[in-house]
């Protein structure tokens, strides 16, 4: 867990800058147990594409939730994601985001 986090850590300092960004469940762990809370926040001013994969709902409620703080995102790509409980909130979620675009959601 430890290594995880520091990975995640040394990319905090170019939030600023990052203009693409893929999100990777790969260790079928719950994302917020090792991401901080919140993963994406609004210093992220000129990210533009996020992709997010193997994501559990529970999991991107609370990140849907802070995109509406992100004035360039223009593309959204959400696979391999756990959500058909709960459609209607992340579609609701998705069709707030001010300049987006384009959406794909498997």
Do not use: C
């Amino acid at each position: 867990r430890e290594s995880r986090a520091a990975f995640y850590q040394t990319q905090i300092p170019y939030k600023h800058r990052t203009s693409s960004l893929e999100i990777w469940n790969t260790w079928d762990h719950n994302l917020s147990s090792w991401l901080p809370n919140p993963v994406i926040d609004s210093s992220f001013v000129r990210l533009q594409r996020l992709s997010i994969y193997s994501i559990t709902l529970s999991e991107l409620i609370p990140i849907l939730e802070q995109l509406i703080h992100l004035p360039s995102l223009v593309s959204l790509s959400v696979v391999d994601a756990m959500v058909s409980g709960e459609i209607t909130t992340v579609y609701d979620l998705i069709f707030r985001l001010p300049v987006l675009r384009q959406i794909q959601l498997t």
